[in-house]
């Protein structure tokens, strides 16, 4: 089992940073990819960035070059750094890990809310 307690969020305004923190506690080792995804209102959840564990990453589309993810081993954090944010950013983001013991599972945590204001 993996719990995962994200932080992070609010409100910005367009074209500020912000940054989310996910703090994974448990099997740890068991992890093989963490990443964040997000939820709009009347939109499917989408990928924003995943990191695996030999250090290969995943962005999608429409955060490419604006944000970045990186995993602090040390304190069992990914942060997810959200540069040049737009409204369309709007979302619940949550956090995801992928972990690999006897099954592959995927754990996710209660989500935070980002609002970016015009």
């Known amino acids: 089992q993996v719990q995962l307690e994200e932080s992070g969020g609010g409100l910005v305004q367009a074209g500020g940073s912000m940054r989310l923190y996910c703090v994974a506690s448990g099997n740890i080792d068991s992890i093989v990819a963490l990443g964040w995804y997000r939820r709009a209102p009347g939109n499917q959840r989408e990928l924003v960035a995943s990191l695996t564990r030999g250090g290969s990453t995943n962005y999608g589309d429409s955060v490419r070059g604006r944000f970045t993810i990186s995993r602090d081993y040390a304190k069992n954090t990914a942060v997810l750094q959200m540069n040049s944010l737009k409204p369309e950013d709007t979302a619940v983001y949550y956090c995801?890990?992928?972990?690999?013991?006897?099954?592959?599972?995927?754990?996710w945590g209660q989500g935070t809310q980002v609002t970016v204001s015009a």
């Open positions: 995801n890990a992928r972990a690999q013991a006897t099954v592959i599972a995927d754990y």
